[in-house]
C-alpha cells in the first residue's frame, strides 16, 4: 500500500512535467564573452588572410619525384565568410598537375597549427571533386605570414612530404 502511495504522488507530481510547455523563442538573447581578437586567435588570423594575394613563387613535386619552380599565374581570395578560392595557371611543363592552384571552399583556420582546412571543395577537375576534403591532404594548407604583405602556403601529402609550396603577395 505503502509503495502505491509512494507511485501515485510521483505521478501526479511528474505529470505537468510530462505534459510539457510550448516552445518559445527567447525574450533575450544569452550573454557571451567577448571574442578573442588577440594575435594567434582565429579571428586575428582571418583578418590577416583576408583580401587578394597574387602568386609570386610556386615549387612543386614533379612526377619524377624532385621539386621544381614553376612558371604560373595566380591568385588567392579569402573573403569576410570564410571562402577562399584559388585560380591559377601553369606554364612550360605539362609533368605538373595544375588542381593545387584549382580550387575553392569554405576554410576553417587552425592558428594552433597554422593550417587552412578547404571544406565544400569545388575544384577544376571531377576528381578532386570527389574527394573527401577531411581526409585529402590536398585539401589542406599549411601557412605562414611573412609579414602583413607576405603568405607561404605548402601542400603535404599523407606521407609528410611537401608536394607544393607557394609564397603570395598581398594586392589588397
Not at 36 to 53: A, F, I, P, Q
Not at 136 to 154: A, G, I, Q, S
Not at 164 to 170: D, L, P
Request: net charge positive; charged share 25%; glycine share 6%.
Amino acid at each position: 500500500m505503502r509503495h502505491r502511495v509512494v507511485v501515485l504522488l510521483l505521478a501526479a507530481f511528474a505529470l505537468p512535467f510530462a505534459a510539457g510547455c510550448p516552445a518559445a523563442p527567447r525574450a533575450r538573447p544569452v550573454k557571451m564573452g567577448p571574442t578573442d581578437t588577440g594575435l594567434g586567435s582565429v579571428e586575428s588570423e582571418r583578418r590577416r588572410l583576408k583580401g587578394t594575394w597574387q602568386l609570386a613563387n610556386l615549387q612543386m613535386l614533379s612526377q619524377s619525384g624532385e621539386m621544381l619552380t614553376v612558371q604560373a599565374q595566380g591568385v588567392l581570395t579569402y573573403d569576410d565568410y570564410g571562402n577562399l578560392t584559388m585560380k591559377g595557371t601553369i606554364t612550360g611543363s605539362t609533368d605538373i598537375d595544375p588542381s593545387a592552384l584549382n580550387l575553392s571552399g569554405r576554410a576553417t583556420i587552425d592558428p594552433d597549427r597554422h593550417t587552412l582546412r578547404i571544406l565544400d571543395v569545388t575544384s577544376a577537375t571531377p576528381d578532386d571533386r570527389r574527394v573527401d576534403p577531411s581526409i585529402d591532404p590536398k585539401h589542406v594548407r599549411h601557412y605562414e605570414f611573412v609579414n602583413d604583405t607576405e603568405l607561404k602556403t605548402t601542400v603535404v601529402n599523407a606521407d609528410g612530404k611537401t608536394t607544393a609550396s607557394a609564397t603570395w603577395k598581398r594586392q589588397s
